[in-house]
Protein backbone atom coordinates (compact mmCIF):
# COMPACT_ATOMS: atom_id res chain seq x y z
CA UNK A 1 0.00 0.00 0.00
CA UNK A 2 1.50 3.25 -0.35
CA UNK A 3 0.68 6.59 0.13
CA UNK A 4 1.22 9.94 -1.81
CA UNK A 5 1.16 13.42 -0.12
CA UNK A 6 0.87 16.84 -1.84
CA UNK A 7 3.26 19.22 -0.78
CA UNK A 8 2.39 22.90 -2.14
CA UNK A 9 1.54 21.25 -5.42
CA UNK A 10 0.74 24.57 -7.38
CA UNK A 11 -0.41 24.92 -11.34
CA UNK A 12 -0.92 27.85 -13.14
CA UNK A 13 -1.61 28.10 -17.09
CA UNK A 14 -0.56 31.35 -17.95
CA UNK A 15 -1.17 33.65 -15.59
CA UNK A 16 -4.21 31.79 -14.41
CA UNK A 17 -3.70 29.50 -11.27
CA UNK A 18 -6.06 26.29 -11.77
CA UNK A 19 -4.33 24.62 -8.44
CA UNK A 20 -3.49 26.88 -5.23
CA UNK A 21 -0.71 25.75 -3.49
CA UNK A 22 -2.49 22.45 -2.33
CA UNK A 23 -1.05 20.36 0.76
CA UNK A 24 -3.21 16.82 0.88
CA UNK A 25 -2.26 13.66 2.35
CA UNK A 26 -3.71 10.67 0.43
CA UNK A 27 -3.77 7.69 3.10
CA UNK A 28 -2.36 4.18 2.32
CA UNK A 29 -5.31 1.66 0.70
CA UNK A 30 -8.13 4.75 1.57
CA UNK A 31 -10.54 5.68 -1.10
CA UNK A 32 -10.44 9.58 -1.54
CA UNK A 33 -13.04 11.85 -3.81
CA UNK A 34 -12.06 14.77 -5.39
CA UNK A 35 -15.13 16.76 -5.08
CA UNK A 36 -16.39 20.07 -6.95
CA UNK A 37 -18.10 21.99 -9.27
CA UNK A 38 -16.42 21.66 -12.78
CA UNK A 39 -13.38 24.03 -13.54
CA UNK A 40 -12.68 23.59 -9.59
CA UNK A 41 -8.82 22.01 -10.70
CA UNK A 42 -9.75 18.29 -9.61
CA UNK A 43 -8.77 16.75 -12.64
CA UNK A 44 -5.76 19.10 -13.14
CA UNK A 45 -4.77 18.05 -9.74
CA UNK A 46 -5.23 13.68 -10.39
CA UNK A 47 -3.49 14.87 -13.86
CA UNK A 48 -0.13 16.56 -12.09
CA UNK A 49 -0.64 13.41 -10.19
CA UNK A 50 -0.63 11.10 -12.89
CA UNK A 51 2.55 12.91 -14.55
CA UNK A 52 0.31 14.32 -18.17
CA UNK A 53 1.00 17.97 -15.50
CA UNK A 54 3.78 19.21 -14.35
CA UNK A 55 3.13 21.27 -10.89
CA UNK A 56 4.87 24.68 -11.34
CA UNK A 57 5.61 24.45 -7.89
CA UNK A 58 5.41 22.22 -4.87
CA UNK A 59 6.25 18.71 -4.90
CA UNK A 60 4.38 15.12 -5.28
CA UNK A 61 5.85 12.58 -2.90
CA UNK A 62 5.22 8.91 -2.79
CA UNK A 63 5.83 6.73 0.16
CA UNK A 64 8.39 9.38 0.81
CA UNK A 65 9.85 10.28 -2.57
CA UNK A 66 9.23 13.69 -4.98
CA UNK A 67 7.91 11.72 -8.21
CA UNK A 68 8.32 14.72 -10.50
CA UNK A 69 11.80 12.18 -12.53
CA UNK A 70 9.33 9.66 -13.20
CA UNK A 71 7.37 10.26 -16.56
CA UNK A 72 3.79 9.18 -16.50
CA UNK A 73 4.56 5.98 -18.18
CA UNK A 74 6.83 4.57 -15.65
CA UNK A 75 4.42 5.67 -12.92
CA UNK A 76 2.49 2.31 -11.80
CA UNK A 77 -0.46 4.33 -11.36
CA UNK A 78 -3.86 2.97 -13.28
CA UNK A 79 -6.03 5.27 -14.52
CA UNK A 80 -9.39 5.25 -15.64
CA UNK A 81 -11.18 7.82 -17.31
CA UNK A 82 -14.40 9.03 -17.57
CA UNK A 83 -14.62 8.30 -21.53
CA UNK A 84 -13.24 4.49 -20.34
CA UNK A 85 -11.10 4.92 -23.76
CA UNK A 86 -10.76 1.14 -24.89
CA UNK A 87 -9.22 -0.21 -28.09
CA UNK A 88 -12.39 -1.37 -30.20
CA UNK A 89 -10.35 -3.45 -32.87
CA UNK A 90 -9.06 -5.59 -29.64
CA UNK A 91 -11.56 -7.88 -27.43
CA UNK A 92 -11.87 -7.96 -24.03
CA UNK A 93 -9.31 -9.62 -23.00
CA UNK A 94 -6.49 -8.42 -25.09
CA UNK A 95 -7.47 -4.86 -24.02
CA UNK A 96 -7.30 -6.09 -20.45
CA UNK A 97 -4.06 -7.49 -21.22
CA UNK A 98 -2.99 -4.19 -23.17
CA UNK A 99 -0.48 -2.72 -20.75
CA UNK A 100 1.35 -6.23 -20.08
CA UNK A 101 1.81 -7.00 -23.95
CA UNK A 102 4.01 -3.14 -24.21
CA UNK A 103 5.72 -4.23 -21.25
CA UNK A 104 6.95 -7.68 -23.05
CA UNK A 105 4.86 -10.12 -20.66
CA UNK A 106 4.50 -13.40 -21.98
CA UNK A 107 0.97 -14.31 -23.93
CA UNK A 108 0.34 -17.48 -21.66
CA UNK A 109 0.92 -15.12 -18.49
CA UNK A 110 -0.97 -12.36 -20.43
CA UNK A 111 -3.85 -14.66 -20.77
CA UNK A 112 -3.84 -15.24 -17.15
CA UNK A 113 -3.85 -12.27 -16.04
CA UNK A 114 -6.74 -11.03 -18.15
CA UNK A 115 -8.56 -14.17 -17.15
CA UNK A 116 -7.86 -13.89 -13.37
CA UNK A 117 -9.14 -9.53 -13.79
CA UNK A 118 -12.07 -10.39 -15.39
CA UNK A 119 -13.27 -12.69 -12.55
CA UNK A 120 -12.57 -10.24 -10.35
CA UNK A 121 -15.03 -7.64 -12.23
CA UNK A 122 -17.79 -10.55 -12.91
CA UNK A 123 -16.78 -10.22 -16.78
CA UNK A 124 -15.37 -13.99 -16.60
CA UNK A 125 -17.05 -15.44 -19.83
CA UNK A 126 -16.59 -12.16 -21.83
CA UNK A 127 -12.95 -12.16 -22.66
CA UNK A 128 -13.64 -13.00 -26.23
CA UNK A 129 -16.31 -10.39 -27.30
CA UNK A 130 -15.52 -7.42 -29.18
CA UNK A 131 -15.91 -3.79 -26.93
CA UNK A 132 -18.70 -3.15 -29.05
CA UNK A 133 -20.80 -6.20 -28.35
CA UNK A 134 -20.94 -4.93 -24.41
CA UNK A 135 -22.89 -2.57 -22.44
CA UNK A 136 -21.54 0.73 -21.06
CA UNK A 137 -21.48 -0.74 -17.19
CA UNK A 138 -19.20 -3.83 -18.83
CA UNK A 139 -17.20 -1.52 -20.57
CA UNK A 140 -16.37 0.03 -17.57
CA UNK A 141 -15.34 -2.95 -15.55
CA UNK A 142 -13.00 -3.93 -18.58
CA UNK A 143 -11.64 -0.16 -18.45
CA UNK A 144 -11.14 -0.75 -14.53
CA UNK A 145 -9.62 -4.55 -15.45
CA UNK A 146 -7.50 -2.76 -17.33
CA UNK A 147 -5.71 -0.12 -15.24
CA UNK A 148 -5.21 -3.28 -12.49
CA UNK A 149 -3.30 -5.36 -15.06
CA UNK A 150 -0.28 -3.68 -13.84
CA UNK A 151 -0.92 -4.10 -10.02
CA UNK A 152 -0.90 -0.09 -9.76
CA UNK A 153 0.56 0.89 -6.97
CA UNK A 154 -2.02 3.98 -6.88
CA UNK A 155 -5.28 3.84 -9.08
CA UNK A 156 -6.90 7.37 -10.51
CA UNK A 157 -9.91 7.86 -11.68
CA UNK A 158 -11.61 10.83 -13.66
CA UNK A 159 -15.16 10.98 -13.34
CA UNK A 160 -15.77 6.87 -13.91
CA UNK A 161 -19.43 6.73 -13.51
CA UNK A 162 -20.39 10.41 -15.54
CA UNK A 163 -21.36 7.73 -19.26
CA UNK A 164 -23.80 5.65 -17.01
CA UNK A 165 -26.82 6.09 -15.83
CA UNK A 166 -28.41 6.54 -12.59
CA UNK A 167 -28.88 2.86 -11.70
CA UNK A 168 -25.70 1.25 -13.14
CA UNK A 169 -24.11 4.09 -11.72
CA UNK A 170 -25.53 3.13 -8.37
CA UNK A 171 -24.74 -0.03 -8.61
CA UNK A 172 -21.00 0.57 -9.90
CA UNK A 173 -20.13 3.24 -7.12
CA UNK A 174 -20.96 -0.40 -5.29
CA UNK A 175 -18.58 -2.76 -6.52
CA UNK A 176 -15.94 -0.11 -7.45
CA UNK A 177 -15.71 0.64 -3.33
CA UNK A 178 -15.65 -3.34 -2.65
CA UNK A 179 -13.30 -4.59 -4.92
CA UNK A 180 -10.96 -0.89 -4.12
CA UNK A 181 -11.35 -2.38 -0.13
CA UNK A 182 -10.45 -5.95 -1.39
CA UNK A 183 -7.78 -5.00 -3.23
CA UNK A 184 -6.96 -2.58 -0.50
CA UNK A 185 -5.58 -0.02 -3.42
CA UNK A 186 -4.89 3.42 -2.71
CA UNK A 187 -7.09 5.00 -4.31
CA UNK A 188 -8.36 8.64 -6.09
CA UNK A 189 -11.67 9.60 -7.60
CA UNK A 190 -12.31 12.69 -9.21
CA UNK A 191 -16.49 13.51 -9.20
CA UNK A 192 -18.92 16.51 -9.10
CA UNK A 193 -21.27 14.24 -7.85
CA UNK A 194 -21.84 14.70 -3.94
CA UNK A 195 -23.44 11.66 -3.64
CA UNK A 196 -20.90 9.53 -5.54
CA UNK A 197 -18.21 11.40 -3.66
CA UNK A 198 -20.43 10.12 -0.07
CA UNK A 199 -21.23 6.77 -0.88
CA UNK A 200 -17.74 5.91 -2.31
CA UNK A 201 -15.20 7.63 -0.48
CA UNK A 202 -13.04 7.22 3.06
CA UNK A 203 -12.18 11.02 2.86
CA UNK A 204 -13.77 13.72 0.66
CA UNK A 205 -11.69 17.01 -0.29
CA UNK A 206 -13.94 19.31 -1.53
CA UNK A 207 -12.41 21.96 -4.12
CA UNK A 208 -13.70 25.35 -5.15
CA UNK A 209 -11.65 27.71 -7.42
CA UNK A 210 -8.36 25.68 -7.51
CA UNK A 211 -8.63 25.77 -3.83
CA UNK A 212 -9.29 22.83 -1.01
CA UNK A 213 -12.19 24.16 0.94
CA UNK A 214 -12.33 21.17 3.37
CA UNK A 215 -10.85 17.39 3.85
CA UNK A 216 -12.79 15.00 5.67
CA UNK A 217 -14.67 11.92 5.93
CA UNK A 218 -18.36 12.02 4.68
CA UNK A 219 -19.71 12.29 7.92
CA UNK A 220 -17.43 15.19 9.27
CA UNK A 221 -18.54 17.34 5.59
CA UNK A 222 -22.22 16.71 6.09
CA UNK A 223 -22.12 17.59 9.89
CA UNK A 224 -19.64 19.42 10.31
CA UNK A 225 -19.14 21.68 7.06
CA UNK A 226 -15.79 24.24 6.90
CA UNK A 227 -18.33 27.09 5.38
CA UNK A 228 -21.32 28.00 3.68
CA UNK A 229 -19.92 26.51 0.31
CA UNK A 230 -19.22 23.17 1.47
CA UNK A 231 -22.41 23.05 3.48
CA UNK A 232 -24.90 23.62 0.14
CA UNK A 233 -22.25 21.74 -2.36
CA UNK A 234 -22.88 18.31 0.18
CA UNK A 235 -26.51 18.07 0.17
CA UNK A 236 -29.58 20.39 0.72
CA UNK A 237 -29.28 23.12 2.89
CA UNK A 238 -30.76 26.36 4.54
CA UNK A 239 -28.38 28.77 4.72
CA UNK A 240 -29.90 31.98 6.70
CA UNK A 241 -27.73 35.23 6.89
CA UNK A 242 -28.11 36.54 10.66
CA UNK A 243 -25.99 37.85 13.24
CA UNK A 244 -24.10 35.94 15.90
CA UNK A 245 -25.61 37.27 19.43
CA UNK A 246 -22.45 35.54 21.29
CA UNK A 247 -24.53 32.43 22.22
CA UNK A 248 -27.08 32.44 19.08
CA UNK A 249 -28.09 33.67 16.72
CA UNK A 250 -30.02 37.02 15.63
CA UNK A 251 -32.76 36.36 12.19
CA UNK A 252 -34.28 40.07 11.99
CA UNK A 253 -36.81 39.78 14.87
CA UNK A 254 -35.81 36.60 15.91
CA UNK A 255 -33.76 35.03 17.83
CA UNK A 256 -32.39 31.10 17.93
CA UNK A 257 -30.64 29.25 20.33
CA UNK A 258 -27.73 27.22 18.46
CA UNK A 259 -25.78 24.23 20.28
CA UNK A 260 -22.55 24.40 18.10
CA UNK A 261 -21.98 28.10 17.69
CA UNK A 262 -18.50 27.92 16.93
CA UNK A 263 -17.43 30.53 19.03
CA UNK A 264 -18.20 33.28 16.97
CA UNK A 265 -18.36 37.12 18.81
CA UNK A 266 -21.23 39.00 19.19
CA UNK A 267 -22.71 41.21 16.53
CA UNK A 268 -20.29 39.12 13.93
CA UNK A 269 -22.15 38.38 10.40
CA UNK A 270 -22.79 34.64 10.01
CA UNK A 271 -24.35 31.90 7.85
CA UNK A 272 -26.82 29.90 9.81
CA UNK A 273 -26.88 26.10 8.53
CA UNK A 274 -30.12 24.02 9.23
CA UNK A 275 -30.37 20.40 7.09
CA UNK A 276 -33.91 20.19 5.41
CA UNK A 277 -34.68 16.88 7.32
CA UNK A 278 -33.59 18.69 10.98
CA UNK A 279 -36.75 21.39 9.96
CA UNK A 280 -40.14 20.42 11.70
CA UNK A 281 -43.32 22.20 10.60
CA UNK A 282 -46.47 22.76 12.70
CA UNK A 283 -49.84 24.79 12.31
CA UNK A 284 -48.94 26.67 15.84
CA UNK A 285 -46.04 28.67 16.20
CA UNK A 286 -43.28 26.37 18.20
CA UNK A 287 -42.19 27.53 21.74
CA UNK A 288 -38.43 28.62 20.99
CA UNK A 289 -36.19 28.63 17.74
CA UNK A 290 -39.81 29.14 15.14
CA UNK A 291 -40.33 31.16 12.39
CA UNK A 292 -43.62 32.06 10.38
CA UNK A 293 -43.75 31.46 6.58
CA UNK A 294 -45.86 30.88 3.34
CA UNK A 295 -45.63 27.23 1.73
CA UNK A 296 -43.98 28.29 -2.49
CA UNK A 297 -43.51 24.48 -2.99
CA UNK A 298 -44.21 20.95 -2.62
CA UNK A 299 -42.22 18.14 -3.91
CA UNK A 300 -42.93 14.36 -3.40
CA UNK A 301 -39.57 12.86 -3.41
CA UNK A 302 -40.95 9.10 -2.38
CA UNK A 303 -39.85 8.74 0.87
CA UNK A 304 -39.68 12.15 2.16
CA UNK A 305 -41.67 15.23 1.08
CA UNK A 306 -39.79 18.58 0.40
CA UNK A 307 -41.96 21.77 1.24
CA UNK A 308 -40.50 24.76 0.84
CA UNK A 309 -41.39 28.29 2.62
CA UNK A 310 -41.05 31.78 2.42
CA UNK A 311 -39.89 33.03 6.01
CA UNK A 312 -38.81 36.87 6.76
CA UNK A 313 -35.56 35.36 7.48
CA UNK A 314 -35.26 33.81 3.45
CA UNK A 315 -36.60 31.07 1.86
CA UNK A 316 -36.38 27.41 4.23
CA UNK A 317 -36.64 24.03 3.02
CA UNK A 318 -38.25 21.39 4.85
CA UNK A 319 -37.92 17.55 4.12
CA UNK A 320 -41.16 15.57 6.11
CA UNK A 321 -40.49 11.82 6.06
CA UNK A 322 -43.45 9.01 5.21
CA UNK A 323 -47.04 10.73 3.95
CA UNK A 324 -47.52 13.33 6.94
CA UNK A 325 -48.47 16.51 5.62
CA UNK A 326 -50.28 15.24 2.92
CA UNK A 327 -52.66 17.59 3.07
CA UNK A 328 -50.25 20.91 2.56
CA UNK A 329 -50.73 23.12 -0.01
CA UNK A 330 -49.03 25.96 -1.93
CA UNK A 331 -50.32 29.56 0.19
CA UNK A 332 -50.75 27.47 3.54
CA UNK A 333 -49.21 29.49 6.25
CA UNK A 334 -46.97 27.25 9.08
CA UNK A 335 -44.19 27.82 10.98
CA UNK A 336 -40.95 26.09 10.33
CA UNK A 337 -39.19 25.23 13.65
CA UNK A 338 -35.34 24.72 13.78
CA UNK A 339 -34.25 22.74 16.90
CA UNK A 340 -31.35 24.02 18.27
CA UNK A 341 -29.53 21.17 18.46
CA UNK A 342 -29.29 20.71 14.32
CA UNK A 343 -27.80 23.89 13.91
CA UNK A 344 -24.62 25.95 12.84
CA UNK A 345 -23.18 28.66 12.91
CA UNK A 346 -21.17 28.92 9.64
CA UNK A 347 -18.38 32.28 9.06
CA UNK A 348 -20.49 34.54 6.91
CA UNK A 349 -18.43 35.19 3.05
CA UNK A 350 -17.94 38.67 1.61
CA UNK A 351 -20.98 37.77 -0.73
CA UNK A 352 -23.43 36.87 1.81
CA UNK A 353 -22.27 40.01 4.14
CA UNK A 354 -22.61 42.39 1.76
P1 LIG B 1 -14.48 19.49 -14.90
O1 LIG B 1 -15.30 18.74 -13.87
O2 LIG B 1 -15.31 20.39 -15.73
O3 LIG B 1 -13.53 18.63 -15.65
P2 LIG B 1 -12.33 20.28 -13.13
O4 LIG B 1 -12.63 20.66 -11.73
O5 LIG B 1 -11.77 18.93 -13.35
O6 LIG B 1 -13.60 20.52 -14.03
P3 LIG B 1 -9.97 21.27 -14.46
O7 LIG B 1 -10.18 20.47 -15.70
O8 LIG B 1 -8.93 20.84 -13.52
O9 LIG B 1 -11.35 21.40 -13.66
O10 LIG B 1 -9.73 22.78 -14.89
C1 LIG B 1 -9.48 23.80 -13.92
C2 LIG B 1 -9.33 25.11 -14.62
O11 LIG B 1 -8.09 25.11 -15.35
C3 LIG B 1 -10.42 25.41 -15.64
O12 LIG B 1 -10.75 26.77 -15.55
C4 LIG B 1 -9.79 25.06 -16.97
O13 LIG B 1 -10.33 25.86 -17.99
C5 LIG B 1 -8.33 25.40 -16.72
N1 LIG B 1 -7.45 24.54 -17.51
C6 LIG B 1 -7.33 23.20 -17.45
N2 LIG B 1 -6.42 22.74 -18.33
C7 LIG B 1 -5.92 23.83 -18.97
C8 LIG B 1 -4.93 24.04 -19.98
N3 LIG B 1 -4.25 23.02 -20.49
N4 LIG B 1 -4.70 25.30 -20.37
C9 LIG B 1 -5.36 26.35 -19.83
N5 LIG B 1 -6.30 26.24 -18.88
C10 LIG B 1 -6.58 24.99 -18.44
Aim: a neutral charge.
Amino acid sequence: MSDLVLERTRKEFGSFVAVHDANLTFEAGKLTALLGPSGCGKTTLLRMIAGLESPTSGRIMLNGKDIAPIPAERRKFGMVFQSFALFPHLNVAQNVSYSLRIAGVSAATRRARAQELLELVQLGDKGRNRIGELSGGQRQRVAIARALAQEPEIFLLDEPMSALDAKLRNDMQMELRLLQQRLGITTIVVTHDQREAMSMADRIVVMSHGRIEQVGTPQEIYHRPANAFVASFIGNANLLKGVSTGRGVQLGAAEFAVHHHGGFGAGEPVTLLCRPEAVRLSEGAPATNGLPGRVTFVRDEGVAREIHLDTPAGHVTAEIPGSFNETVRIGDRLHAEFPAETLYLLPSTASEAA
